[in-house]
């Protein structure tokens, strides 16, 4: 059974940084990209970083130079560092996957859709404060 486990989330005041880390289950991670998501409350659900399967990560421009997305596969683990956290970071966050895609996604689209991916997790909180 394909499950995506968040974990790291919490609160922190302006200026602080949080590890989020995405543990996976079900599927090998080896050959999969993953992504994270973030929700803040009354938005839409927006793509924040993905690492593909070579290890490589990408960001969207209002993470680019704060976070950092790094992998271990022996660990089945996809980690997201986040520094210089800001009140507009506050998100519930999320990792999710595509699986078995044919072709790339990860470092193909940006934005990416949420609409790409097939499976969730259920989430990590972060609140930042002033």
């Known amino acids: 059974q394909v499950r995506l486990v968040e974990s790291g989330g919490g609160k922190v005041q302006t200026g602080g940084s949080l590890t989020l880390s995405c543990a996976a289950f079900g599927f090998s991670l080896d050959y999969e990209a993953i992504a994270w998501f973030r929700q803040a409350p009354g938005e839409e659900r927006e793509w924040v970083s993905c690492?593909?399967?070579?290890?490589?990560?990408y960001y969207s421009d209002s993470v680019k130079g704060r976070f950092t997305i790094s992998r271990d596969d022996n660990k089945r683990t996809v980690t997201l560092q986040m520094t210089d956290l800001e009140p507009e970071d506050t998100a519930m966050y999320y990792c999710?996957?595509?699986?078995?895609?044919?072709?790339?996604?990860?470092?193909?689209?940006?934005?990416?859709?949420?609409?790409?991916?097939?499976?969730w997790g259920k989430g990590t909180r972060v609140t930042v404060s002033t």
């Open positions: 690492s593909s399967s070579d290890g490589s990560g």
């Open positions: 999710a996957t595509k699986l078995y895609s044919s072709r790339p996604w990860c470092g193909v689209y940006n934005p990416l859709s949420p609409s790409v991916m097939a499976y």
